[in-house]
Nanobody, 130 residues
Framework: QVRLAESGGGMVHTGGSLTLSCSCS?????????MAWFRQAPGKEREFVAA????????YYAGSVQDRFVISRNNAENTIYLQMNSLKSEDTATYYC??????????????????????WGQGTQVSVSS
């Protein structure tokens, strides 16, 4: 019954910005769980983008998006966000919101592994043109 729904994708030029949102329903104690964003480009494997601690105080980023993307959450609204800045063509992908089975998503090793996340949104497309 856990449902995740992303929104905010679109088409932008290189250097532009987009903010993605993900609304979660059906999970008790949403505020106890790490949440994450992944992305998948055509023909590529699903790739970790960012995760955020349950409290929202600690973000984690893939090296490819470090210093450009900002993950945040609003636990009162059961929502997480991904602010994407300075977008590059390489950021073009379908972006997915993910919720783990374990509150910490398995810690350092598990956090970036899509297998740690049984719950996924439908995805939202981000296209960055040159």
């Amino acid at each position: 019954q856990v449902r995740l729904a992303e929104s905010g994708g679109g088409m932008v030029h290189t250097g532009g910005s987009l903010t993605l949102s993900c609304s979660c329903s059906g999970r008790r104690a949403f505020y106890d769980y790490v949440m994450a964003w992944f992305r998948q480009a055509p023909g590529k494997e699903r790739e970790f983008v960012a995760a955020i601690s349950a409290s929202g105080k600690r973000p984690y980023y893939a090296g490819s998006v470090q210093d450009r993307f900002v993950i945040s959450r609003n636990n009162a609204e059961n929502t997480i966000y991904l602010q994407m800045n300075s977008l590059k063509s390489e950021d073009t992908a379908t972006y997915y919101c993910a919720a783990p089975s374990l509150v910490d998503a398995g810690g350092g090793r598990g956090r970036g592994n899509p297998n740690s996340y049984p719950y996924w949104g439908q995805g939202t497309q981000v296209s960055v043109s040159s």
